[in-house]
Structures are given as C-alpha cells and as structure tokens.
C-alpha cells in the first residue's frame, strides 16, 4: 500500500536548521508530483513547497523562499526540505504529499496521498 514516512523534524533555535526527508512506497514515485505541506495549531494546512517530477521545477510559499530548499531522489523514492534561517512562525507538522499530475498546485485538496506528519519546533 501507499506509505510516506516523514523524519527529521525536531527542537532547534531560530536561525538554525534542519532537513526533512519523506520516504515514499507502493506508487510510482518518480511520475509524482511532491509537496511540502505544514500546519500549526489553530491554523489550516499550508502549502510550503512542491517538486515536478518531470523536470524537478520547484515552487515555494512566499513565507520559505530563499530559506527552504526542496529536492527529490527518484533512484531512493525520497524526498527533502532544507531548511534554513528557521524563525519561530515555521513551528508547525509538517507533511509530506504527492499528486497524480504534471503540474504542482498549493491547495491541499489537489494531493492523493499523506504522510503522518513531523513535528517542527523553532525557539526564539
């Protein structure tokens, strides 16, 4: 069955950094669109980032860009977040998504499949 496995996330103090990884099974990963999502408490899930899968354009919030970076490994099936200058608003779960398509979208409704979510703590 369809498994993505987010790992990574933890405590780290403003400005530092830290990099996810989503492992993903049971689909074909490599013609999958990839996102990034997060949500904090009290708030919606937000799109942070997302990959194409045909040739590895990206797409940011506003909120990450210049901070973040997003990648894929077709051979391993994983895919990261880089992320850097972290600020205290980027505490969130964040989530790993993919899409049946060709194109990345920023609403969440547009993903097929999710993973179970890594806590990410930023201190000030």
């Known amino acids: 069955q369809v498994q993505l496995v987010e790992s990574g996330g933890g405590l780290v103090q403003a400005g530092g950094s830290l990099r996810l990884s989503c492992s993903a099974s049971g689909f074909t990963f490599s013609r999958f669109i990839m996102g990034w999502f997060r949500q904090a408490p009290g708030k919606e899930r937000e799109f942070v980032s997302g990959i194409r899968w045909t040739d590895n354009r990206t797409m940011y919030a506003d909120s990450v860009k210049g901070r973040f970076t997003i990648a894929r490994d077709n051979a391993k099936n994983t895919l990261t977040l880089q992320m850097n200058s972290l600020i205290p608003e980027d505490t969130a779960v964040y989530y790993c998504?993919?899409?049946?398509?060709?194109?990345?979208?920023?609403?969440?409704?547009?993903?097929?499949?999710w993973g179970q979510g890594t806590q990410v703590t930023v201190s000030s």
């Open positions: 998504a993919a899409r049946n398509s060709y194109y990345v979208r920023n609403d969440v409704e547009s993903y097929d499949y």
